[in-house]
């Protein structure tokens, strides 16, 4: 019996497939967040190998897992997205000696018309800035929006995690 082995970049030049990330981001207004029931947070920390307009590469931390994501340049509400389960300790690592600019935040887990939304509250640099996000299968999908968040931002640059870890939003003057 002969095994082939095919690579990545063959099957994605076979069968068209990449890893797609299509995510609608939302501003969170804080009476209401602070109002409703939600369950624990969970403290994340991420910081960036390499932060350019068009691509990233990620080192994120949560409190039991670690992960390296590169991300491509993003077009409307798209791009390319690769995430990958990384060692703790070595994640650890790279945050302390190879990346800058750390970002950290609390995340919570809600659901909402049976769609996941991941909402972060941000810390440090950041306080005071809470984002919903909710990932799509298509940039047309229906959702049902809570009426916890307010306007979108989705193409506004200013809020995407590689900018805030550049210019923080509590530097900004035009919030």
């Not at 609608?24 to 390499?50: M, S």
């Amino acid at each position: 019996m002969t095994t082939s082995v095919v690579t990545c970049r063959e099957l994605h030049k076979t069968v068209g497939f990449m890893g797609k990330e299509i995510e609608r981001k939302f501003l969170v207004n804080h009476q209401k967040w602070e109002k409703i029931d939600k369950p624990n947070g969970r403290l994340l920390r991420q910081a960036f190998l390499l932060n350019q307009a068009d691509k990233i590469i990620r080192v994120r931390l949560t409190p039991d897992q670690a992960f390296l994501t590169v991300k491509g340049q993003t077009t409307s509400i798209s791009r390319a997205e690769f995430e990958y389960e990384i060692p703790f300790e070595e994640a650890e690592q790279l945050l302390e000696n190879f990346c800058e600019n750390e970002i950290t935040k609390i995340r919570y887990l809600m659901e909402v018309g049976g769609k996941k939304w991941e909402v972060d509250e941000f810390l440090g640099d950041n306080q005071g800035l809470i984002l919903a996000e909710i990932e799509l299968n298509s940039e047309d999908e229906f959702f049902e929006k809570p009426d916890w968040v307010t306007c979108e931002v989705s193409e506004d640059e200013r809020y995407y995690n590689a900018c805030l870890a550049k210019r923080p939003y509590n530097s900004w003057n035009d919030k």
